[in-house]
């Protein structure tokens, strides 16, 4: 006989089901403890519990004196391979450029294969507003990393985004080793990798993608840490 599944258990797959099924997106606001238990038919505790370990799974997260939110990277550690514990922070990103240009040229290139319309329209405004950081002094990591994993979700492959923010933890790395040095290039280099998907050129992209990277490793070899 099967074990039966505790309360609990059942609100997570609940509210699991619900993410995978998009009644609840990425960045969406949690209704309150008091609200799901009482939309749930369960006690406060057992809501609680599950919050907890759905916090633990990395399906939602909690903003101190905000709310629980869904994560914008569902299941996806912060620091899954604890680049904050190694010290060598140049060799670092050196090796994180390696892995790049194994991967990233790949990934526009089937992008440019398979984008739409729609998806050149979401890569041009997220450009934009890297761009409106840069030019405000501000640390374009976040925008630039959405371009990044906008680019991942056009191959088409569900594991590539997966892997993504787990690599792209080398933006803000990459900001900080090159002190910001790197601005103008990142423009020119995002602009032609996206003119490259808008024209559905392969090669044209993979190309822009690998100067986009050797320009970030030339510029980190030359930096003093």
């Given at each position: 006989?099967?074990?039966r599944k505790s309360l609990t258990q059942q609100i ?80 670092l990103a050196l090796d994180l450029c390696e892995l790049?240009?194994?991967l990233e040229p790949w990934i526009v290139r089937k ?115």
């Amino acid at each position: 006989m099967a074990k039966r599944k505790s309360l609990t258990q059942q609100i997570v797959e609940k509210l699991t089901e619900e993410v995978r099924d998009g009644a609840l997106r990425p960045g969406d606001r949690i209704p309150n403890e008091f609200e799901l238990a009482e939309s749930m038919n369960v006690s406060r505790s057992t809501v609680r519990e599950a919050v907890k370990q759905l916090v633990s799974a990395n399906i939602f997260e909690i903003r101190r004196g905000d709310g629980t939110y869904v994560c914008k990277h569902v299941g996806i550690a912060k620091d899954p391979l604890g680049f904050q514990f190694i010290s060598d922070k140049k060799k670092l990103a050196l090796d994180l450029c390696e892995l790049r240009l194994v991967l990233e040229p790949w990934i526009v290139r089937k992008a440019a294969e398979q984008a739409t319309d729609e998806d050149i329209a979401e890569m041009e405004r997220l450009q934009a507003k890297v761009e409106e950081y840069i030019t405000a002094g501000e640390n374009h990591a976040e925008p630039d990393l959405a371009l990044h994993m906008h680019w991942a979700k056009c191959t088409g492959n569900t594991i590539v985004p997966k892997l993504i923010p787990i690599l792209m933890e080398a933006i803000p790395l990459f900001i900080e080793v090159t002190k910001r040095s790197l601005l103008e290039p990142t423009i020119e280099t995002h602009r032609a990798i996206i003119e490259a998907i808008r024209n559905h050129d392969p090669e044209a992209a993979a190309a822009a993608m690998e100067r986009h990277i050797i320009l970030n490793r030339e510029s980190i070899i030359l930096t003093d840490l």
